[in-house]
């Protein structure tokens, strides 16, 4: 930890795949001999750059950008982009350092990296956005490449940041490679299903941990926080599945609808107004409530997808879930549930679905959206979908005899851990001290 000060997030996202390791380098110690934990830790690469861009109002504004180019023993660099005003080196870290366990689980080929800024596009005009973006990708342009490094979306990074990201790539390079970057537009490269991907696959996998207790989505109450791409999505696929939801968040406070979050009027505030949730709440004639106090783990449920942010679920929280008989959480978000709410759901028997797993249907499709780009194809959504959906159930099955063949039967944050690092471990021994 020493060598990396103050990268809180980073040294949780370290720490809790070390404590999966014990039974793993007790089996393996050339792991531990050839210096793959040490190697692991320590990013092939890491940029850190000025993104200076001109205001509404004609004044200089200065962003930090950041690219942490992880690990790419398994294929080229993938992992999205963050703008958010949080956004520092150590979250960047964290994320790197769980994609590359992440894309490992996928059995795609991709590595694991990172990227984004301190900017915050809340509030900022469509000009604004733009001209940050442009400036943003005249420094990372030089850094990536599809057999590189492919970036994405992720917290503040949609479909309109990606088209203006990849619009000044094209323009700096001279070439339409569309595989440099995924979540495109569908008519200039990108996948379909991809926009639904993370989240209709943390509900895939939620539906799956509930089969194993012989119960399914169907009926269950479920607990949404954030109202973005990943909880949008959630919403949409626990609905399809019988479930109701109950709630969804953004960073004013949350909704409480007793009677099913209706998700057009949802869409409509969140992603075509960009408005604050208390407006769904307005708008929905006193169906629902706004709370600003308070998180939606309040609210009484039995399946939690948290797909805000990480650390959005602590020991309180778990506490209370515990108590109104949560059964499953599956992590929609990164690293949403503190390391100790991820204890207290493990000693609570509760069927606990780590990131890591769960969210991994995202960063899979975008390696299906590369292998369209590769051969210049496009897939039918029912092709793409079935995809998503045998790769959330390899996925999940993997975690579970993983964990099982390492003797922690059930426990998928081991299960999870265990088979990333196995693969990615395997692949850098194999290639030598690189
Ligand atoms: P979006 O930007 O689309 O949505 C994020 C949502 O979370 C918004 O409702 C936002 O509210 C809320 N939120 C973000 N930060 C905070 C905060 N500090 N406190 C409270 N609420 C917050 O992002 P995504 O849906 O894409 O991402 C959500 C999570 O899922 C992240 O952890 C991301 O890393 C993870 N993820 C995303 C993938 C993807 O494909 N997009 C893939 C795998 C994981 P507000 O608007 O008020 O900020």
Redesign the pocket.
Known sequence: FHRNPGESEFHQAVTEVFEALGPVVKRHPEYVESGILRRMCEPERQIIFRVPWVDDEGGIQINRGFRVEFNSALGPYKG?L?F?P?VYLGIIKF?GFEQIFKNALTGMPIGGGKGGSDFNP?GRSDGEIMRFCQSFMTELYRHIGEYTDVP???????GREIGYLFGQYKRITNRFEAGVLT?KGMSWGGSLVRPE??GYGAVMFADQMLRTRGQSMDGQKVLV???????LNAIAKSQSLGATVLTA????GYVVDEDGIDLELLRQV?ETERA??GEYAERRGGKARFVQDGTVWDVPGTVAIP????N?LDDRSAKTLLENGIVAVAE?????STQKATEMFLAGDVLFGP?KAA??G??ATSALEMQQNATRDTWSFDFTHEKLEQIMTDIHDRCLTTAEEYGSPGNYVAGANIAGFVKVADAMLAQGVV
């Not at 994405?152 to 949609?158: N, Q, S, T």
């Not at 926080?225 to 909880?231: E, F, H, I, Q």
């Not at 797909?307 to 990480?310: C, E, G, K």
């Open positions: 999205g963050r958010h949080s994320l809340s994405a979306g992720d917290i503040g990074v949609g979540g991907a993370t926080s954030g109202s973005g791409n990943v909880a968040s953004d960073s004013s969140k604050r949730i797909s805000a942010t990480q959005e929609g978000a990164n690293m949403p990131g969210n991994a995202g960063v």
